[in-house]
């Protein structure tokens, strides 16, 4: 047995290091077996979770759990503005809270408006139905969905999901808080393969500063894409991104 | 559909829909309490997990995929993985003790939605106790209590290369006498 194959226990159990966890990842994609027995030590202990015996929830854990949450992420947001406990600048924290509280009411109609077109996406359903595993007529499935993060610290945000149509890859990207574009200037959504970038939708935002698009990705053979970035360019035409990077999210 | 609202609402989670966060909340609730509960065995340790799962999911910092397979299972690893981590971080070692609850019926929660769960539930829980001692110990070990490879060998004193022979023996045992009860087995992904 090769040392890596030696790791597959404790890949399983998420308690490798982050760097070897990585290393296993590396190596299960060459290793058949490994491969095979993760899948198999997956399937045998599927339902193991169902041994728990039902336990009545703490009272109160759900608004616990998810002020937590919450708090926890603008917490995070704050980092680069300021550091714990630094009541100096605690004024500033406040503002950007507030700030970041509009943003996400304004979130929500694109927020919306992409999960009616996701839920659209039949197959992302029908795979996941338990009563009907065999059924699997495939119309749409999401691939893959992130959220994109801006360059610098600044207030937009956006997410971008693949998505596999009839065979047909399609990337739909939303952004919310961009700055206004100026004369001919627009967004170009690039998919990016190792450092080359592929032109993957236009867009301009509109008065609110929110944009969408979708695009057909349809370049011959196979890619295998890394990220996805948004910059500001001159005009609809570049071959290759001209503007500096204004979001963006690895894939 | 549940399965369907799933994915969307994961989908919204990640559009930061406080809202769809709140539902998928409320649909694995008790499930991802009582998992948890089940491998650190405390109420507030198990909510301290609740909260980092729920944190994992706001934050896209696990994503999920359909590639992954079922939403559920891919929530379910997670959540043994950060149980696994909570008990980790506790630094003690994790007591072992067999679950004496897991070869009795729970009588107790008669909720529609958890019917699928009960029934599942007492099909493993009868085949679980018909394994030898030993297998019940090295899938609670390894599964329940997410110790390490090196662990498992010194604790059942078996050399590095034997272990997951071992582990996975115990879960084909368990599987076999699943199907022979004909119960959770009929699933397509077993």
Same mark, same amino acid.
């Given at each position: 047995m090769k040392a890596n194959c030696e790791q597959l226990l404790d890949y399983f159990n998420g308690t490798l *290091?982050?760097?070897?966890? +990585?290393?296993? %990842?590396?190596? @299960?994609?060459?290793?058949?077996?490994?491969?095979?027995?993760?899948?198999? @030590? %997956?399937?045998?202990?599927?339902? @193991?979770? &169902? @041994?728990s015996i039902p336990e009545e929830p703490p009272a109160g854990m759900k608004e616990r759990v998810l002020a937590s949450v919450f708090e926890n992420d603008s917490e995070e947001t704050n980092l680069n503005l300021t550091e714990e406990n630094d009541s100096a600048k605690l004024n500033k924290t406040t503002d950007f809270k507030s700030e970041r509280k509009s943003r996400q009411r304004k979130w929500v109609a694109p927020a919306l408006a992409a999960a009616l077109f996701l839920s659209l996406?039949?197959? +992302? &359903?029908? &795979?996941?139905?338990?009563?009907?595993?065999?059924? *699997?007529?495939?119309?749409?499935?999401?691939?893959?969905? +992130?959220?994109?993060q801006p360059s610098e610290a600044e207030k937009s945000g956006g997410s971008a999901a693949l998505m596999n149509e009839n065979g047909q890859m399609n990337l739909v990207v939303q952004v919310n808080d961009v700055a206004d574009v100026e004369g001919d200037q627009v967004y170009q959504v690039w998919l990016l393969e190792g450092d080359t970038p592929y032109r993957a939708g236009s867009f301009t935002p509109n008065q609110q500063g929110n944009g969408e698009v979708t695009y057909q990705v349809e370049y011959d053979g196979e890619h295998k894409w890394d990220a996805v970035a948004i910059t500001l360019e001159p005009d609809n035409t570049s071959e290759t991104p001209k503007g500096k990077v204004v979001l963006s999210s690895g894939l | 559909m549940r399965e369907r609202n799933d994915a969307d609402l994961y989908l919204k989670v990640q559009a930061k829909d406080k809202e769809a966060l709140s539902l998928l909340y409320d649909r694995y609730e008790k499930l991802l309490y009582s998992f948890s509960y089940r491998i650190v065995k405390d109420?507030?340790?198990? =909510?301290?997990?609740?909260?980092?799962?729920?944190?994992k999911l706001w934050k896209g910092k696990s994503q999920y995929s359909d590639d992954k397979g079922k939403f559920s299972s891919w929530l379910l690893t997670m959540t043994r993985h950060t149980a696994i981590d909570v008990l980790r971080k506790q630094?003690?070692?994790?007591?072992? =003790?067999?679950?004496e609850r897991d070869s009795l019926h729970?009588? =107790?929660?008669?909720? =529609?939605?958890?019917?699928?769960?009960?029934?599942?539930?007492?099909?493993l829980r009868e085949a679980v106790s018909k394994l030898k001692d030993e297998q019940q110990k090295i899938i609670e070990m390894f599964y329940f209590k997410g110790m390490t490879h090196k662990k498992i060998s010194e604790e059942f004193d078996l050399p590095l290369g034997t272990v997951k022979g071992r582990i996975r023996l115990a879960l084909k045992h368990l599987k076999t006498s699943l199907g022979e009860k004909g119960g959770v087995s009929d699933e397509s992904k077993l």
């Open positions: *290091t982050e760097d070897d966890k +990585v290393q296993f %990842e590396a190596h @299960l994609e060459s290793c058949e077996e490994c491969r095979e027995e993760l899948k198999e @030590l %997956e399937e045998l202990t599927g339902d @193991l979770p &169902y @041994l996406a039949g197959n +992302v &359903y029908n &795979y996941m139905n338990e009563s009907n595993p065999g059924q *699997t007529e495939e119309i749409a499935s999401l691939i893959k969905a +992130v959220q994109l | 109420g507030g340790l198990a =909510e301290e997990v609740m909260q980092e799962v729920f944190i630094s003690k070692e994790p007591d072992f =003790e067999l679950d729970s009588d =107790e929660d008669s909720v =529609e939605d958890q019917v699928v769960w009960k029934e599942r539930g007492q099909v």
